[in-house]
């Protein structure tokens, strides 16, 4: 045999090719996946490896729908822009789809829930979603960002998976045992170090790599889809504890994968790598991490989805640099925020100079300051503007003391009469 770090990849898989046309496929009957109980039994870890268009999402969404309706665990589910989840709808309980705030998703089934989370909050997110008695949840953030918005997911879920590991792992058993998470495609935000877009996609496979082992320890189990083995880091493929492979692309992937699960079977190494090249699109090959094998085969989802799309996608370059506004949309905003202001007044409560600022900076002034600058002052030829800011002078002069309540600072401000 030639050795594998002498030849570059297409060498070595030519060879594997060469190599398994002289090999008699081993005989396995396949089987239906009737027993999924020995995945269920203590928090395992799952990968499904396989080429696109193989099937590795329903074999994902169907391992759920077991892990739902039979085991009762609840799932925390990164969607890869697929929707494939949707074949779910009708045979599980309701599906919550947490969208990011400014975006626009719909869903035509009654029990798809639509709720919507502060994309620069992700601990508050891991946190709902640890509290929340709702046992399917789908992140929709592929689908929520625009093209090139795409890098910011990785970052996202680096901050998401630091609070929700930190989060589980300050629980007691019982609050958190029966937990998944999924994610379809891991590989779009853990890429290889050869092929990643940024510092940020290392420091989410750092992230996953130091809690892989932990998570076992606090009853979490990690399941997820990739295209190729190489897209997965060794110390990840090595704690995995059921392997599936679904249709290969390369066989040289399938070399790489049962060299870590099937190291102990070498007189059937080569026999059962034949067999998987030619397994059919409904069947799978299943492995744990004490060799056991076989070949199976699972019932299909329902084809037909309900209707769904994306109205409105975020732009993280504009949520993170807005634009300052200009002509009639900035007037439109400056008019928004001192009726605000007024009333705040109204209610004697006074918003404070940071408040202030920020409107100010949103707003696109040069130096913040006060919203009583004479830009804002011009305000007040607005009619309305100018009947609320009379209506708030004659209410606090008529009661008594004219003053409002600074809450920050507990003293009264004075009220100036307009001219």
């Not at 990164?78 to 599980?92: E, M, S, T």
């Not at 309701?94 to 719909?106: H, K, N, Q, S």
């Not at 502060?118 to 689908?143: K, Q």
Request: proline fraction near 6%.
């Amino acid at each position: 045999m030639p050795r594998r770090a002498r030849m570059s990849e297409a060498e070595f898989e030519r060879w594997l090719l060469e190599q398994l046309e002289q090999v008699e496929p081993i005989e396995a009957e396949v089987k239906p996946f009737a027993d999924p109980g020995p995945i269920f039994s203590y928090a395992t870890h799952l990968w499904i490896c396989g080429k696109t268009g193989s099937g590795k999402s329903v074999l994902l969404h169907t391992l759920q729908e077991l892990a739902l309706n039979k085991f009762g665990y609840k799932i925390i589910h990164r969607d890869d822009g697929g929707w494939g989840f949707l074949k779910l709808a009708g045979i599980v309980d309701e599906i919550v789809l947490w969208v990011p705030e400014g975006c626009e998703i719909y869903c035509e089934h009654p029990d798809v829930i639509i709720r919507h989370f502060d994309i620069h909050s992700p601990g508050w997110l891991a946190d709902e979603l640890i509290r929340t008695s709702h046992t399917f949840n789908v992140i929709m953030l592929y689908d929520a960002l625009n093209s090139d918005s795409k890098p910011y997911e990785a970052m996202f879920y680096d901050s998401f998976l630091g609070a929700f590991l930190n989060r589980m792992m300050t629980m007691h058993p019982e609050e958190k045992k029966h937990t998944i998470l999924s994610f379809d495609e891991l590989n779009d935000i853990i890429q290889s170090p050869r092929m990643e877009l940024g510092p940020v996609y290392a420091s989410v496979r750092a992230k996953l790599e130091l809690h892989f082992r932990k998570m076992r320890k606090h009853d979490v189990h990690l399941w997820f889809t990739s295209h190729r083995v190489k897209d997965i880091p060794p110390s990840l493929r090595n704690n995995v504890d059921f392997l599936f492979i679904k249709r290969m692309k390369y066989m040289y992937d399938v070399y790489i994968a049962l060299n870590y699960m099937l190291v102990l079977l070498k007189y059937l190494f080569w026999r059962i790598m034949a067999r998987i090249k030619n397994m059919g699109p409904e069947e799978f090959f299943m492995v744990d991490r004490d060799g056991n094998w076989d070949f199976y085969q699972i019932p299909n989802l329902p084809e037909e989805l309900p209707r769904y799309g994306v109205r409105r996608q975020l732009n993280m370059e504009e949520e993170l640099n807005p634009k300052p506004f200009r002509g009639r949309e900035k007037w439109a905003e400056i008019r928004k925020w001192v009726k605000a202001t007024l009333l705040a007044m109204k209610n004697r409560i006074e918003l404070g100079t940071e408040a202030y600022s920020r409107i100010a900076e949103r707003l696109g002034f040069s130096s913040p300051g006060p919203v009583g600058n004479t830009l804002v002052h011009n305000v007040f030829s607005d009619p309305e503007l100018k009947d609320l800011f009379d209506e708030i002078i004659a209410e606090l002069s008529s009661s008594k003391g004219s003053e409002i309540y600074n809450a920050r600072a507990n003293a009264p401000v004075p009220v100036v009469k307009s001219k």
